[in-house]
């Protein structure tokens, strides 16, 4: 079965450039277009893609407020890649905090975008770590109540929780914590369930956002 994606972008320019590169790709099939984020949940509810490839910026309803309804409103929701022209872009923080499950720049390479799909289509966070931690300074420090849930959730962790979660803020992935540590890479998936499960983290990014926005792990 080939891997899915729908595409959401206000530029019609945008859109085919974005087919065209993954289509190109054997294993990858477009199965649907939007112009907006207002007409995202019933194309999901419809085509079920695997991937949805999101503008940030759209007229009717961003990409922030489509990533969290349909994260809210679709059982077994797709993964979400925003896609954005700047990476220091407040909207860009905006639908990581939503839950989308990371973000590619519309400049990307054609190889990075199939990277991109690819990865998150098989559960892992697109996650730029120097980016992240850029956005966390310039838009993560005002959350109020979130922020003091976050850091009522980071106090929960163990010690070697702690750590992991510190690593997975690096950017680093399962072996390379696994190897930092010395220990194994199934013992590491296991506190990496505890973590996302204590944080109530969908992904990966989306817990090392708690951690930038509980003062857990600092941006600078």
């Known amino acids: 079965m080939p891997l899915t994606v729908l595409l959401v972008d206000d530029e019609p320019l945008v859109r085919a450039g974005l087919r065209a590169v993954l289509e190109s790709q054997p294993d990858i099939e477009v199965v649907g277009e939007a112009a907006d984020g207002a007409a995202v949940i ?3 509810r419809q085509l079920r893609p695997d991937v949805v490839a999101m503008d940030v910026r759209m007229p009717l ?3 922030i407020e489509a990533t969290r309804a ?3 409103t679709v059982p077994d929701p797709p993964k979400i890649v925003v896609v954005t022209t700047f990476e220091n872009d407040e909207y860009v923080y905006g639908a990581l905090r939503a839950g989308a499950d990371g973000f590619l720049l519309k400049r990307a390479r054609p190889a990075e975008i199939v990277h991109a799909v690819r990865l998150v289509a098989e559960g892992d966070s697109l ?3 120097s980016a992240v931690r850029k956005l966390a300074a310039s838009y993560g420090e005002d959350h109020g109540e979130a922020a003091g849930r976050a850091a009522s959730a980071c106090a929960a962790l163990t010690e070697r929780e702690g ?4 690593l997975m803020a690096r950017g680093l992935s399962n072996a390379e914590i696994a190897a930092h540590l010395v220990v194994g890479t ?3 998936k296991s506190h990496v369930s505890a973590v996302l499960a204590k944080l109530g983290a969908r992904d990966r990014t989306q817990a090392v956002i708690t951690a930038y926005e509980s003062g857990f792990v600092s941006p600078g």
């Open 163 to 166: 750590e992991v979660l510190r």
């Open 70 to 72: 349909v994260l809210r």
């Open 61 to 63: 309803m961003d990409g």
């Open 127 to 129: 996650l730029f770590p």
């Open 42 to 44: 019933p194309l999901v």
């Open 186 to 188: 199934e013992t590491v």
